[in-house]
């Protein structure tokens, strides 16, 4: 089993940053996948970012360039770097845990992001 807890979460204008963390803790694999989705109201959960435990990282297009994915593999945390926040990126974020690419996801409870205009 895996768990992993998101803190970072919060209200912030247009224009602004927030930084989320997710830490996990249990059965971690050494190679392994984190990364975050966000899920709007009535939208299905969609990529954020993820990065591989040697630091290969995947971005959506919607936040290429604004926001920035990185991990410290010695504490088992993942970061997310967000900068230019739109109100579009309102959402709840999910931290999520892979053994690999295409294995079942473990997901952390989820962090809100209001972004007001």
């Known amino acids: 089993q895996v768990q992993l807890m998101e803190s970072g979460g919060g209200l912030v204008q247009v224009g602004g940053s927030l930084r989320l963390s997710c830490v996990a803790s249990?059965?971690?694999?050494?190679?392994?996948?984190m990364g975050w989705y966000r899920q709007a109201p009535g939208k299905q959960r969609e990529l954020v970012a993820v990065?591989?435990?040697?630091?290969?990282?995947r971005y959506a297009d919607s936040v290429q360039g604004r926001f920035t994915i990185s991990r410290d593999n010695a504490k088992n945390t993942v970061y997310l770097q967000m900068n230019s926040l739109k109100p579009e990126d309102t959402s709840v974020y999910y931290c999520?845990?892979?053994?690999?690419?295409?294995?079942?996801?473990?997901w952390g409870e989820g962090t809100l992001v209001s972004v007001s205009s």
């Open positions: 999520s845990y892979r053994p690999s690419y295409g294995s079942a996801a473990y």
């Open positions: 249990g059965s971690i694999f050494r190679i392994n996948v």
């Open positions: 990065i591989t435990s040697d630091g290969n990282t």
